[in-house]
Nanobody, 127 residues
């Protein structure tokens, strides 16, 4: 059994920064692609960022490109999401996920590619 646990969420003012962490336990996920998704009230879960198993390739939604940075530490079995210049529209529950590395990186943008999920952490950005 694999467990993903997010931490680092909270309340922040617009323009501020937060860093999310997602620690995996149960078994190592160093060969898995890791992703972050988010879901705002009344909206569908959407892709935020992903990182390949070796950390060499990263992928971002247009809405967060240039503001968010995904990284990973395979020795610690942890993935991070550094969020800068936060906007009110970034308010959502953020989920980390793990899936199989694929030669078709287009799959990483879809939540159906991932089969291990964390419980989510709330990010609220105030004005």
């Amino acid at each position: 059994q694999v467990y993903l646990v997010e931490s680092g969420g909270g309340l922040v003012q617009a323009g501020g920064s937060l860093r999310l962490s997602c620690a995996a336990s149960g078994r190592t996920l160093s060969t898995y692609v890791k992703g972050w998704f988010r879901q705002a009230p009344g909206k569908e879960r959407e892709f935020v960022a992903a990182i390949s198993s070796n950390g060499e390739r990263t992928y971002y939604a247009d809405s967060v490109k240039g503001r968010f940075t995904i990284s990973r530490d395979n020795a610690e079995n942890t993935v991070y999401l550094q969020m800068n210049s936060l906007k009110m529209e970034d308010t959502a529950v953020y989920y980390c996920a793990a899936g199989v590395d694929s030669p078709d990186s287009g799959r990483y943008y879809f939540h159906s590619h991932y089969y291990h999920w964390g419980q989510g952490t709330q990010i609220t950005v105030s004005s």
